[in-house]
């Protein structure tokens, strides 16, 4: 399939990027003037082009018409940002490592803390729920040692996973057909 305005894929904001790249490699312009020829740029080409080809073995997540998961691409502007920071590659972990992007994170999460109305919060954004519910169980350990974590048997598969993983103990509580935690249960267990 040859690439044009037919496409599925967002090829458009490209120039969105490079535009956002002139703009980020004008804030470094007073460093000074390095070799920036990157080793092994030859081999750059055939290298993505072999991983664009085995990458078509993924399913069409970007298309409209997909719909077997709940998987889609990113809005293009979240796409861009991500692709931007990754010319920087800033460490969030500490502020000194990233203190742009830590600060931008902390805005991210205040306004998520305002959509559901909170005022006073503690967070900071991960890859994804697999590693949200990583750090959360984690915290759970550490603040409530010993503790066993339980969970519908429709929780997602990580909780039970992760809770061994960390040595947590963790026991499923069952749900009825409509996905809700039988709550007699869960009474009984906390019992």
Known sequence: MALDASTPLDLS???ELRAALDTLAAGFDDLPDVDATVSGEA???AVLSQVAERMQDNFPYFHPLYAGQMLKPPHPVA???Y???QWINPNNHALDGGR???RMEK???AALAAMVGWETHLGHLTSGGTMANLEALWVARNVNPGTTVVASDQAHYTHSRISAVLGMDFEAIPGDRYGRMNLDALEARLR
Request: without cysteine.
């Open 13 to 15: 904001s490209l120039d």
């Open 43 to 45: 081999g750059m080409a």
């Open 79 to 81: 796409r861009l940002a």
């Open 83 to 85: 692709a931007l920071s």
């Open 100 to 102: 742009a992007s830590s």
């Open 107 to 109: 805005e991210a999460v």
